[in-house]
């Protein structure tokens, strides 16, 4: 039995129908829970419960939403101290908007996430371009989404279905890692 815990922050949707399409993928996947809370709710003992932590956000000038870094900083700070959290699994997601097929910034945004992720000492799960869904919603750091139009109004829904597939798929790998890691001290 593998648990997959998705901390995410929302603005128009679009990151929590992805966090949502990926709990779905990990939920597909026989022995495997996932457990989604927001960044507000998520705290320390939810990250040593889980077998792997996957962080999603909303795109803000390139950046994290300040839910998630708070989240990062208040919470994995210590675990980090502490070397609580090493070879636990680890992946990430994305919601954009505006200009680019991602919307601007997604790619940096994950970057920055999964940069955390190394340092608590997780094994990174990639998004591979052979995923299901990676021509609509991919990248090889995870799936992304767009809450809104290239002219900035809001997407119908907050996320277009083509995209949830690359999310589900992503939930998929990232829980059959965790099953197979799960238990085991891998470093060290």
């Known amino acids: 039995m593998a648990e997959v815990l998705i901390v995410y922050a929302t603005d128009h949707k679009g990151t929590l129908r992805l966090a949502e399409a990926l709990a779905q993928g990990v939920?597909?996947?026989?022995?495997?829970?996932?457990?989604?809370?927001?960044?507000?709710?998520?705290?320390?003992?939810?990250?040593?419960?889980?077998?792997a932590l996957v962080l999603g956000t909303p795109v803000h000038m390139g950046c994290m939403?300040?839910?998630?870094?708070?989240?990062?900083?208040?919470?994995?700070?210590?675990?980090?101290?502490?070397?609580?959290?090493?070879?636990?699994?680890?992946?990430?997601?994305?919601c954009g908007s505006g200009y680019g097929g991602a919307g601007g910034g997604c790619e940096l945004t994950m970057l920055a996430m999964l940069n955390n992720l190394a340092e608590l000492g997780l094994v990174l799960v990639p998004l591979p371009k052979n995923s299901l869904g990676y021509a609509?919603?991919?990248?090889?750091?995870?799936?992304?989404?767009?809450?809104?139009?290239?002219?900035?109004?809001?997407?119908?829904?907050?996320?277009?279905?083509?995209?949830?597939?690359?999310?589900?798929q992503h939930g998929k790998n990232i829980a059959r890692v965790a099953q197979a890691l799960a238990g085991k001290a891998i470093f060290g």
């Open 65 to 94: 939403d300040w839910r998630v870094k708070k989240f990062i900083d208040q919470h994995c700070a210590g675990l980090w101290m502490g070397d609580k959290v090493v070879g636990k699994v680890g992946g990430v997601f994305a």
């Open 136 to 168: 609509q919603g991919g990248l090889q750091w995870g799936p992304y989404g767009r809450a809104h139009n290239e002219d900035l109004s809001p997407i119908e829904g907050g996320l277009p279905a083509e995209r949830a597939q690359a999310a589900r």
């Open 27 to 51: 939920e597909s996947v026989q022995g495997c829970t996932a457990k989604l809370k927001t960044a507000e709710e998520a705290v320390a003992d939810d990250v040593l419960a889980a077998d």
